[in-house]
């Protein structure tokens, strides 16, 4: 059974606009989240981190936010540029090492 | 650094064939792992290793091996191929995650192909 889901296999979105990436988790345990970008034919590359005891993270245009009671997190990438085309992976971990992977979004940033 | 590396890039099999991924890190990393990407799976975990002689099972593991004979170096084997084998596999390696913003690093990944 999946702890990780990211229930929007794709997104859509102008550049310059935001793009906002949804995740979802059922493991009350796990209390470090973090993002992958990857794209095709590479390997997936990090790209933002949050501790559970934080709520929100920023690095430069992108941000992840926390919500532990709803078992939530969110990815925002503000402004959307072409490059931003990608897969973004949410992952998981409770015990330091292993990661819990979703399925993957698609962002698409049309020009 | 070289980082991650693996290889073969890409390798068709036959069912019932064995062969080995091979993986290696430059960065003196303790963790190293392997996962299979699957069409709306995400990555999952097939083994796993937090050091040299010591190797553990992930969410995938039947029908792969590892060892982990020195820190560099951590190799999948295939022991008898099967179609459902067929995926991008990819080898990871970190120090402990532990909340300190330290993350794993990824290969560029193996497209394995089981006829």
């Known amino acids: 059974d999946q702890q990780v889901k990211q229930n929007s296999p794709s997104l859509s979105v102008q550049e310059g606009r935001i793009s906002i990436l949804n995740c979802d988790y059922t493991n009350s345990m796990f209390d470090y989240f973090l993002w992958y970008k990857k794209y095709p034919a590479e390997g997936p590359t990090f790209l933002i981190s949050i501790s559970s005891i934080k709520d929100k993270n920023e690095d430069g245009r992108f941000t992840v936010f926390l919500n532990k009671s709803a078992k939530h997190l969110s990815l925002h990438i503000v402004p959307s540029q072409p490059g931003d085309s990608a897969v973004y992976f949410c992952?998981?971990?409770?015990?330091?090492?292993?990661?819990?992977f979703g399925a993957g979004t698609t962002v698409t940033v049309r020009a | 650094n070289a980082g991650v590396t693996q290889t073969p890039k890409f390798q068709v099999l036959k069912t019932g064939q064995s062969m080995t991924l091979q993986c290696a890190q430059d960065?003196?990393?303790?963790?190293m792992s392997w996962y299979r990407q699957d069409p709306g799976m995400g990555l999952r975990l097939i083994h796993y290793s937090v050091g040299a002689g010591i190797t553990d099972q992930g969410e995938v593991p039947n029908g792969y091996n590892v060892s982990r004979s020195t820190t560099e170096d951590f190799p999948l084997r295939l022991l008898s191929a099967a179609p459902s084998q067929t995926s991008v596999y990819f080898c990871?390696?970190?120090?402990?995650?532990?909340?300190?913003?330290?993350?794993?690093?990824f290969g560029p990944g193996t497209r394995l192909t089981v006829l």
């Open positions: 960065m003196n990393h303790e963790y």
């Open positions: 990871a390696s970190s120090t402990r995650l532990a909340g300190g913003g330290d993350t794993q690093y």
């Open positions: 992952a998981a971990t409770r015990d330091d090492y292993k990661l819990s």
